[in-house]
């Protein structure tokens, strides 16, 4: 960011540390309006004071709740100058400025003249409140010190002090009118500047999935959650983009399943996820989103382990994995509302060494596939499993929902079927050698802990992996098709990367 704007970015990052101040001090006073001892101060204000000459002190009969009111509703001299202090910056700021900044940073003109309205605008904007602020806090200011201290009884209080505290009580309604909207109008202003806010950035594409694909940011700059401007010079993040949602309503109840999902396997069945996050931006007729997560060393990525190791550590890996998919099939057997789906490809597991530069048995595995959030209450998908197919090509969508997709997505949940597509997945690692010995840790295994009395045979991986290669073979194949059609002949964004040719 120029240092021409450095006055504007700070400006934005008070009003951020303000906001909870004034939420605070709202959610006061709406408490206090439905207490009787706000009636009782406004109708009886006077009998509270006692007056000695040109002193007054309040009576020592009063009851402490209506000392908290007061108190309350003056709030505490830090937070007040805190908030008066940015109500005066809304003053003095140059506006000409606050919309250059605006318009260099938000991508959308559009945006920009309505993030800049509720600034500035005519009618109701933050800087009119301010304004309307700033006469009775600065008015208020001395005698809130007064007010905010522990020896209240003790406290002298002037002439001036006792009409600020009237007059406080009588305008009531007007504060809090004011406060309410100034809430309303800064939660959405802090909201939509930081999705739409921009910087130039290099993106560099790390991976390719069946369907997503993985990027990494390598510089730019972006505002994390508490609007602190950080420097990016090779981020600790990896972002999958996702389909397209059609709209926020989507979006919001996918950004609930991804954390739900993370807060299932960490707290309820015990199998590390790195940190995440998610976010997303409107589009044109839809939403674009994008699942964060903190990087993880690809050299311990379990997929990338086995290709050179030798047989022994590569069954320790396999053993670890399993380890971790008991978790999820002994909560699946014990949880009678929820059920939790897995996809335990080699891929989606990251090596934590004991120790550096060898494998044990003492060594943990963290997972890192969750942005497919799939799992079962009461029997029902809390994920639209539906989204997913939209990466699927327009003419084979119909067809998939009706014949494929509950038998994939069932899959996922039955141990037996994840472990399977584990070794299965050896031919695509180019590690065909460890099949038979993996399907033979695998029997024991699964016998030993009660999974399934049914032994996976050599015959059933190969045929499973010859019909998932068809499939996915031929998926790619008419996602070209899919794509040559809309921006060839439709003269439509084709919406998705296509991965280059994935060995198999």
Not at 395 to 415: G, H, P, Q, S, T
């Amino acid at each position: 960011m120029s240092k021409d704007f450095d006055d504007v970015y700070e400006f934005f990052h008070s009003i951020n540390l303000v906001h909870p101040i004034k939420i605070r001090r709202l959610r006061f006073f709406r408490l206090a309006s439905v207490d009787r001892e706000l009636r009782s101060l406004k109708n009886a204000f006077d009998e509270l004071w006692m007056y000695e000459g040109e002193i007054f002190r309040l009576k020592k009969k009063i009851p402490q709740k209506s000392i908290h009111v007061l108190q309350g509703m003056f709030g505490k001299k830090a937070e007040i100058e805190k908030m008066l202090r940015v109500d005066s910056d809304f003053v003095s700021i140059d506006r000409e400025t606050i919309r250059k900044f605006l318009g260099t940073y938000i991508s959308k003109p559009k945006s920009a003249d309505n993030l800049f309205r509720i600034l500035f605008g005519h009618g109701v904007s933050l800087s009119l409140l301010a304004s309307q602020r700033i006469p009775y806090l600065s008015r208020y200011f001395p005698t809130i010190s007064k007010v905010d201290v522990t020896q209240v009884y003790n406290t002298e209080y002037l002439y001036e002090d006792i009409e600020n505290l009237r007059h406080v009580i009588e305008n009531y309604d007007i504060i809090v009118e004011n406060l309410q909207s100034d809430c309303e109008l800064t939660k959405i202003f802090l909201r939509d500047f930081r999705e739409l806010y921009r910087e130039k950035a290099g993106l560099r594409i790390i991976g390719y999935g069946e369907i997503s694909t993985v990027m990494k940011v390598e510089k730019g700059k972006y505002l994390d959650e508490n609007f602190n401007k950080i420097n990016i010079n090779e981020s600790r993040w990896i972002w999958k983009k996702m389909p397209p949602f059609p709209d926020m309503e989507s979006v919001k109840a996918f950004n609930k399943q991804y954390f739900e999902y993370r807060e299932l396997l960490v707290n309820d069945i015990g199998i590390a996820v790195p940190t995440q996050m998610l976010s997303y931006f409107p589009r044109e007729g839809f939403c674009a989103v994008y699942a964060g997560q903190e990087r993880a060393d690809s050299e311990m990525i379990c997929s990338n382990l086995i290709k050179k190791l030798q047989q022994e550590e590569a069954e320790t890996i396999f053993l670890l994995i399993l380890w971790e998919l008991l978790k999820v099939f002994y909560f699946n057997t014990s949880d009678k509302r929820i059920r939790i789906g897995i996809d335990g490809q080699l891929s989606n597991w990251v090596l934590k060494p004991h120790q550096k530069g060898k494998i044990s048995h003492n060594d943990t595995l963290v997972y890192i596939d969750t942005s497919t959030p799939l799992y079962r209450i009461d029997g029902k998908e809390q994920l639209n499993t539906e989204l997913f197919i939209k990466n699927a090509p327009s003419f084979l969508r119909l067809f998939i929902k009706l014949f494929f997709l509950k038998e994939v997505v069932d899959r996922y949940y039955d141990m037996r079927s994840v472990i399977i597509d584990i070794i299965a997945n050896l031919y695509k690692e180019k590690r065909p050698d460890l099949i038979d010995s993996f399907i033979t840790r695998a029997n024991d295994f699964m016998s030993e802990k009660g999974i399934s009395d049914e032994p996976i045979t050599r015959g059933e991986i190969d045929k499973y992996y010859k019909s998932d290669a068809f499939i996915w073979r031929f998926f790619q194949f008419s996602r070209r098709i899919d794509k040559f059609i809309i921006e060839k002949i439709f003269r439509k964004k084709y919406h998705y990367r296509l991965p280059e040719k994935i060995e198999r």
